[in-house]
């Protein structure tokens, strides 16, 4: 008798410390689909929006969270082809992610670079997708050009540095801790800035960066700010001419963002929403992520080994990610 699958189930909307972990059937597979056997899971800040039922699209009750999953395939469908069990691989699935199996369909499916552990693989998509989307596409960076990241102990704002600094960038990491910036250094940033300090002089503090490394008059090129809050409203004002500030999230609440400084240099605010885009674009997203996979493969992308928790601590993980306590990412092993 097969087994049953082990899932986090969010039964309402609610408080995180509500889930709950339940026995689940084995999902039966169709065509072109196959099960993996997941080795991590990944944990994102999303996640704990949908469990509170903030997130713009509300799932039907009872759901799974979590999006981003690695592990091995165990069984595959008759017309499967690319992949073959016994194959290590990472995936999106949406929701359902905080399990211990996974069916999804082929096309979901990645074949895991040798270069990346499984939890690395759990934990790299969103956050590598969305830098590369808001730096290449949206901020269309060029090497040379400055960037000052906030938040860059955090997963989303780690996979920032790695990548601008790839590109060529001089990368200024702002975060809140010594171990966090010390992170963010090991993976590329050329200088960091405490951002416990007042909101002032971490802007201040950017604006010499950028004078010490090229930057346009008055500040750095591009601004990437996962955070929000006081400390996104008052670093715009860190960008020089012809600025850049790149809307990532806002973990601290939503800036208030003054049109006067907008106006003032000919800044330009500019949105990312990579998820939504991808849904829009499976093709070009496609081609995104083999850009990242390559970049890993090639050792010019090193994705941060994450912080693991058991898959009954799902509530603790994704408190201690909202309360900002991890340095990196986040992942759940069954």
Known sequence: MPRPVAAVECRAFGPVD???VAERAREPLTAGQVRIEVAACGVNF???LFVEGR??????????????????????APDVDGVAVGERVFANVGLGGYASEVVVA??????LPEA??????????????TAWFALHERARITAGETLAVLGAGSGVGLAAVDVASAAGLAVVAVASSADKRALAERHGAVASIDGSMAAAEVKDAIRSFGAEHDGPSGGVHHLYDPVGGELGETCLRA?????????????AGIPRLPANQVLLRNRRVVGVDWGAWS????????????EVVAGIAAGDLDPVEPVTYPLADAARALTDL?????????ALVP
């Open 18 to 20: 509500a889930l709950v």
């Open 46 to 48: 999303v996640d704990a």
């Open 55 to 76: 997130y713009q699209i509300r799932p039907p009750l009872p759901f799974v969270p979590g999006s981003e999953v690695a592990g091995r395939i165990v069984e595959a």
């Open 106 to 111: 082929t096309e979901q499916v990645v074949p």
């Open 116 to 129: 990346l552990t499984d939890g690395q693989a759990a934990t790299f998509v969103q956050s590598y997708l």
């Open 239 to 251: 960008l020089g001419e012809d600025g850049q500030y790149l809307v990532i999230g806002f973990v």
């Open 279 to 290: 849904g829009r674009h499976p093709d070009r997203n496609r081609a995104i992520l083999d």
């Open 322 to 330: 909202g309360r900002r306590v991890v340095a990196g990412k986040v």
